[in-house]
Antibody, heavy 122, light 107 residues
């Protein structure tokens, strides 16, 4: 089971960036997926979740309306489209999988990817 | 939103010590709480879920307890590989939230 993020880099405030998370080793289409971020030297902040079939999405207040989570189950890939980026969006972005597929409650996250760094700076 | 407050935010301990970290929720979350361990430069690792269930492969020196608004993570005998930052997470309702973290360092 592996998750590999890509797409991070340096971007100017107000611009856009799209992150990807390539999944392997499990049936991607059976699991909810999340993005979590961690600003330099800070704690973990949950960003967004998408259900196994893409039918449901939830966002943190800090990114709602600017970020969009999506998935392509045919490509085993999760995405995070980030628009109108701000300095406070600077962080390592992790993708993470629900530990259990089709769970009746909200399951914890396992595994996590290695993260990709996004730096918003002029 | 549900706020999670971890204490202490930092602790210094020796190998072999018993360590307890507390996580308090701003409202009741039943047992919908998980604990993660994060080492520098690495992704978090799931240790405990449903407040007290040990994730497969996690050493039995780790244990969790609590329900409602107060939870604890205990390491019964601290090992060198346990020096890390620990986070609690509530899984009761969206938006999901994490505690601020507890950094465990070598005394």
């Amino acid at each position: 089971v592996q998750l590999v993020e890509s797409g991070g880099g340096v971007v100017q405030p107000g611009r856009s960036l799209r992150l990807s998370c390539a999944a392997s080793g499990f049936t991607f289409s059976s699991y909810g997926m999340h993005w979590v971020r961690q600003a330099p030297g800070k704690g973990l902040e949950w960003v967004a979740v998408i259900s196994y079939d893409g039918g449901n999405e939830y966002y943190a207040d800090s990114v709602r309306g600017r970020f969009t989570i999506s998935r392509d189950n045919s490509k085993n890939t999760l995405y995070l489209q980030m628009n109108s980026l701000r300095g406070e969006d600077t962080a390592v972005y992790y993708c993470a999988r629900d530990s259990i597929g089709a769970a009746p409650d909200l399951p914890p996250f396992d595994p996590w990817g290695q993260g990709t760094l996004v730096t918003v700076s002029s | 939103d549900i706020q999670l407050t971890q204490s202490p935010s930092f602790l210094s301990a020796s190998v072999g010590d018993r360590v307890t970290i507390t996580c308090r929720a701003s409202q009741g979350i039943s047992n919908y709480l998980a604990w993660y361990q994060q080492k520098p430069g690495k992704a978090p690792k799931l240790l405990i879920y449903a407040a007290s269930t040990l994730q497969s492969g996690v050493p039995s020196r780790f244990s969790g307890s609590g329900s409602g608004t107060e939870f604890t993570l205990t390491i019964s005998s601290l090992q060198p590989e346990d020096f890390a930052t620990y986070y609690c997470q509530q899984l009761n309702i969206y938006p999901l939230t994490f505690g601020g973290g507890t950094k465990v360092e070598i005394k």
